[in-house]
């Protein structure tokens, strides 16, 4: 499913299996409490994908055989989170609507469900990889030598060994964009903010939101973000955004 890059509206994983569950998994480093009308954007998007080549059954009188939908999320952040839990998207509605979706919630961070996550071999060596980087961080450890030493420590110890060593370079440069990614996200989040209290300035408080957005898109650089994602960001075409830092960067 096509989406923007900042509000994330794209689903991780989406699956059917055995031709009869329809399998939705998101990977969260923060919890989204969002996630059960999200689920719904995405299981309405992929059942109508599913039913289109039969697209004129929905106006017969007998009932489409539909795959049943199971929605989960996997949590691997540092906000303290339950080890397994339910989002019901009746609680949007105030607990009490006809309209249901539930989204199963497990948490992946050590000590939390190694049960679960030592029943499957590709979830287990994932959270070895991630746990490390993590760890490694926390340590002291810029981003890029902790997943530089994440994937060597986990080929020493065959995790993911074969998969790590045909593609070292490309895990490292995505995994690389996704935290600066967070950055990139926490820096707009701020700058948002500080514009949403801003309404009502005067002009010249004006030209300081425009300096506010050249800082903006100057930080978004550093944190290696590519210029396109910027433009979604921020409204701006390349070629202003390059002009902009430019600009910033004379005064």
């Known amino acids: ?77 540092r906000q303290k989170e339950l080890p397994r839990r339910e989002m019901r998207l009746s609680d949007a509605f105030g607990g009490n609507s006809p309209l249901e979706l539930t989204v199963k919630v497990y948490n992946l961070n050590r000590g939390m469900n190694d049960d679960f996550i030592s029943g499957s071999p590709y979830l287990n060596n994932y959270c070895v990889f991630v746990n490390r980087v993590e760890s490694s961080i926390k340590a002291g450890m810029d981003t890029e030598h902790a997943i530089a030493e994440a994937i060597d420590y986990c080929i020493n110890h065959d995790v993911m060994a074969k998969y790590l060593m045909v593609r070292k370079k490309e895990v490292a440069s995505m995994l690389g964009f996704e935290y600066d990614a967070n950055e990139a996200r926490r820096v707009l989040s701020d700058y948002y903010r500080e514009e949403g209290r801003a309404e009502g300035e005067t002009k010249g408080e004006a030209k300081g939101k425009i300096e506010g957005k050249i800082e903006l898109v100057k930080n978004l650089l550093l944190a290696k973000t590519p210029i396109k994602y910027i433009a979604q960001a921020t409204g701006w075409d390349e070629e202003k955004i390059l002009k902009a830092v430019e600009w910033k960067r004379q005064d």
């Open 1 to 77: 499913m096509d989406g923007l890059f900042f509000d994330e509206f794209k689903n991780d994983i989406s699956c059917l299996y055995r031709g009869r569950f329809l399998v939705v998994v998101e990977h969260q480093s923060t919890i989204n409490e969002n996630m059960p009308l999200r689920a719904l954007f995405y299981v309405t998007e992929l059942l109508r994908q599913h039913v289109a080549p039969f697209k004129e059954l929905v106006y017969r009188p007998a009932a489409i055989a539909l795959p049943r939908p199971e929605f989960f999320v996997l949590y691997n952040g």
